[in-house]
C-alpha cells in the first residue's frame, strides 16, 4: 500500500512554472498521466498555455473562472472542466480561493474506454476471439439475458436511507 500527502503542508508553495499565487502537490506521475492538488488564492493566476495531452481540473472547494481557447466561463466546487489537448486554457482567481485536483491523461484518446465508460458495450461478432467455437462471418452473437441486483449498500453516515451520502 502507498500513501501519498496533499494539502495544507504538503504543497509546494512556488506552484507550478506559469503560475503566480498556485500552491501544488504532485500525487502521481508516469508516463499514464499526472494527477496534482492545486490551491488558488485569492487573485491566483495560471497563465494561458498549451499541453500536448488533456486535462480535467476538478474544482472541489471555491472558485474561479477558466478560459479555453477564446472561450471562459466561472467554476466553482463539484464543477470539472476539460482542458483538450493543444488548445490554450488558464485558470485564475479573483476575490475568492479555489482548490482544485488536475487529472492530466497521457496519449490519444481511448475510444473504445470511453464507450465503456458511457455504458456502450461493444458488439461481439463470431471469429473475434468472442467465442472460438464460432465460425467467422456469421453475424453478430446477441448476449444472453442475466439476472442480477446491485449489493446493498452501507447507509452509515446518510441523513436518510434514500439519500446514501455521508454527512
Known amino acids: 500500500m502507498e500513501i501519498r500527502r496533499f ?12 503560475t503566480t499565487g ?9 508516463a499514464r498521466g499526472l494527477v496534482a492538488e492545486l490551491a488558488f488564492a485569492r487573485r491566483a493566476t495560471m497563465e494561458l498555455h498549451r499541453s500536448a495531452n488533456s486535462a480535467w481540473l476538478v474544482v472541489v472547494e471555491g472558485g474561479g473562472w477558466v478560459q479555453v481557447a477564446d472561450e471562459k466561463a466561472r467554476v466553482a466546487a463539484g464543477e470539472a472542466v476539460l482542458w483538450p489537448a493543444d488548445l490554450e486554457h488558464a485558470a485564475w482567481t479573483e476575490l475568492s480561493e479555489m482548490r482544485a485536483f488536475l487529472v492530466e ?44 441486483s446491485l449489493a446493498p449498500g452501507s447507509t452509515a453516515g446518510a441523513r436518510t436511507a434514500a439519500e446514501g451520502e455521508p454527512l
Do not use: F, K
Open 7 to 18: 494539502g495544507v503542508g504538503h504543497r509546494r508553495p512556488d506552484g507550478p512554472s506559469g
Open 22 to 30: 498556485v500552491a501544488s502537490a504532485v500525487i502521481h506521475a508516469d
Open 105 to 148: 491523461l497521457a496519449g490519444a484518446d481511448d475510444t473504445a474506454a470511453r464507450g465503456i465508460l458511457e455504458g456502450r458495450a461493444l458488439e461481439l461478432t463470431p471469429g473475434s476471439g468472442a467465442d472460438p467455437g464460432q465460425a467467422a462471418g456469421a453475424g453478430a452473437v446477441p448476449a444472453p439475458p442475466v439476472e442480477g
